[in-house]
């Protein structure tokens, strides 16, 4: 019975050390990525108007770290660079050594 309990600790030990490896780890942050110390505040309440053509969608603005300060890049109307293509918006992630953008992308 002791054995077992044994057993089954070191295989939940196993498990529970093991599980970052199945689960993947985060890619790095782009090449030459700028860190900032602190969170980007809330994205602002942007006005989209009306597309100038059936094949553009809109790419919401964002805060980019710039001279220490977070400041706001407006949102714009981009065409579609083939038929069917989505846009994959930019995202903000944090890790050790603090906050980075990742820009988004065309899929």
């Known amino acids: 019975m002791a054995t077992e309990k044994t ?3 070191s295989f939940l030990m ?5 599980l970052p490896l199945l689960v993947g780890c985060p890619p790095p942050p ?5 860190y900032a110390s602190f969170a980007p ?3 602002e ?3 989209v108007g009306v597309a100038p053509g059936p094949d553009h969608v ?4 964002h805060h980019v770290w710039q001279g ?4 706001w890049v407006g949102g714009r109307w981009a065409a579609r660079p083939r038929h069917g293509a989505r846009w994959v918006p930019g995202h903000w992630r944090h ?3 603090g906050w980075f953008w990742i820009e988004g992308r065309w899929r």
């Open 58 to 61: 809109w790419i919401s603005g």
């Open 14 to 18: 196993a498990a529970v050390l093991a």
């Open 68 to 71: 220490g300060r977070y400041v």
């Open 45 to 47: 309440v942007e006005v």
């Open 95 to 97: 890790n050790r050594r």
């Open 7 to 9: 057993c089954f600790k």
């Open 41 to 43: 505040p809330a994205a």
């Open 30 to 34: 782009p090449y030459g990525a700028e």
